[in-house]
């Protein structure tokens, strides 16, 4: 199995901003979609971003549109997740999630993804 790190998480007031990095080790993050998923206590897992293979294509969540950013970093083998606007309801445990297979059309499913970090914990709260 892959193994993912997530990291770049914390504590912000309302209106900030945050980046969250995934980085892989011993593969190279480029064959794969990636995606960022987050998980708020008491709820179930929900999608936030994910990205294309060539980073030519990204599909994003209603809730996020507009705030976040998804982008890879071929040279340091990172995909960056850019978090702008956060609010309250952001907060949860952010998860990047690796899969072998192409990213689909304006959905990320995770059902689709294979390997998974350990997740970073963002809290938006003033």
């Known amino acids: 199995q892959l193994q993912l790190v997530e990291s770049g998480g914390g504590l912000v007031q309302p209106g900030g901003s945050l980046r969250l990095s995934c980085a892989a080790s011993?593969?190279?993050?480029?064959?794969?979609?990636i995606g960022w998923f987050r998980q708020a206590p008491g709820k179930q897992r929900e999608t936030v971003s994910c990205?294309?293979?060539?980073?030519?294509?990204?599909n994003y969540a209603d809730s996020v549109k507009g705030r976040f950013t998804i982008s890879r970093d071929k040279t340091n083998n990172t995909v960056y997740l850019q978090m702008s606007s956060l609010k309250p309801e952001d907060t949860a445990i952010y998860y990047c999630a690796a899969s072998n297979r192409p990213l689909l059309y304006r959905v990320c499913v995770s059902s689709r993804y294979d390997s998974w970090g350990q997740g970073t914990q963002v809290t938006v709260s003033s």
């Open positions: 011993g593969f190279t993050l480029d064959d794969y979609t």
């Open positions: 990205i294309s293979t060539s980073g030519g294509r990204a």
